[in-house]
């Protein structure tokens, strides 16, 4: 098949939610569906053998959260899908961002007991800034939530944009009978489920039906009545516009019991954008041109600790990936060889040899690849948009054996270099410092350098609360500012020079005093492309 044909059957998209809103369930389910998995792992039962197939990470197992994305690629109705489970929890918000840049589609879970919650505006703001398309699965119905009128008018009114139901409830909780399909115009019935697929296909299309009215009633009536209302005052679905990121196609559900997964697997193949031409500094890169390129947006040490391995997780822009083919990595100018490229499903992986744009590959390297690098067939590109945020909290490491100095040096690299953390090394000293976004990205790394680099560390606090990278247009000033606040410097996992501060007051004064430095709170690994904020 040509390389056009391939990019239309690709859809690529992530899942994004608050905590707790189901969404590893709703992941599991989706693959069941796609029959990627025979039996969906519980997220409930962590204590059984049988986890997620999203959570691989050991401490995810342990506390049943998500705190690293995952990849799986899937077959369903002659389309690949790539579905990227991101953490929902606010503390690896950097990690969601990155993925973010990946997709050209994002599902969002929403609690229907809960409605739209912190973090998944923060997501949202995300997927607003790129006019992500996103699709949106409103969960839990089975429990008593949220009256659906309610939610969708908190979904219009706090995300900005227009909601358009593709289904609706009929009743909740124990008399949540099941999903009326607008598009259908059937009802869909409700049945408790278990952790295999139903193919059974039961949509009642009349209602009108006597034995249907006493089965269901009165919750059918009130529905009915529902969606009167709503198809007075809702806009009609208007593809262009959910494209655009103005309108979300709403559709309920219970992921747990496996009800309206379906429907919204079917939503992402009928709807969802196949991918998109993605900007580099120098063109524009169209999906469907002849030779390869793609971006590292994700790394990951230790998905198999027997190994120790390290995988960059790269996404395909354009061309076609042949294993064995040599790629140029455009920062460094070092061509690697293609041999052991995988895809994935979660911690399955298995060795690949085509992929197309769209898909996810997995490079396994051994620190030749970054966050953010370019790889082609020689061109020199470089995709942007990849962000790093200064960190809002900062940590010392302390080891109670001096002889494992060394294992730790390597632990805080690679999980610098992959993301996990951000780790500094200041200009005066040797005592590396740790900066996060969350408090919860601490632990999960002194849980990794326990179980992955055998090196028992103790997380400290340190003086300094915040930080800003610095440039300056004139090399020899920038210089001078280094050399005259040494001890407030320190450099970063790509030796970009770090202002630490312990106050924003201390910030205020800095920039006061040195007007042609640049204080940053944002950078981009492509080219080290800097944002004031």
Known sequence: MSIKNEVVRRRTFAIISHPDAGKTTLTEKL???????????????????????????????????????????????????????????????????????????????????????????????????????????????????????DLI???????????????????????????????????????????????????????????????????????QQEIELIEAATPSFDHAAFLGGQQTPIFFGSAINNFGVREVLDALVDLAPTPEPREALQRQVLPDEKKFTGVVFKIQANMNPAHRDRIAFLRI?????????????????????????????????DTLEEAFPGDIIGIPNHGTLQLGDTLTEGESLQFTGLPFFAPEMFRTVEISDPLRSKQLKLGLTQLGEEGAIQVFRPHLGNMMLLGAVGILQFEVVAHRLQHEYAVAARIAPAKYQLARWVTADDPKELKRFIEANAHRIAYDAVDAPTFLASFGAEISVAEENWPAVQFHKMREHAGLVFQTQ
């Open 31 to 149: 693959l069941m569906y796609a029959g990627a998995i025979h039996i969906a792992g519980s997220v409930k039962a962590r204590k059984a053998s049988r986890h997620a197939t999203s959570d691989w990470m050991e401490i995810e197992k342990q506390r049943g959260i998500s705190v690293a994305s995952s990849v799986m690629q899937m077959e369903y109705r002659d389309c690949v899908i790539n579905l990227l489970d991101t953490p929902g929890h606010q503390d690896f918000s950097e990690d969601t961002y990155r993925v973010l840049t990946a997709v050209d589609a994002a599902l969002m879970v929403i609690d229907a007991a809960n409605g739209v919650e912190s973090q998944t505006l923060r997501l949202l703001e995300v997927c607003r800034a790129r006019n992500t398309p996103i699709l949106t699965f409103i969960n839990k119905m089975d429990r008593e939530v949220q009256p659906p009128l």
């Open 317 to 349: 822009c354009s061309g076609q990936f042949k294993r064995g083919m040599t790629l140029k990595v455009v920062r460094s100018g070092s061509d690697i060889r293609t041999n052991t490229v995988v895809s994935f499903l979660s911690q399955r992986r």
């Open 153 to 223: 008018d908190e979904i219009e009114r706090t995300l900005g944009m227009d909601a358009v139901p593709f289904t609706w409830p009929i009743g909740m909780g124990r008399q949540f009978h099941g999903v009326y399909d607008l598009r259908k115009q059937g009802l869909r019935v409700f049945k408790p489920g278990a952790d295999r697929v139903d193919n059974a296909e039961d949509l009642i299309t009349k209602l009108d039906d006597e034995a249907i009215q006493s089965r269901f009633n009165p919750a059918l009536s009130d529905a």
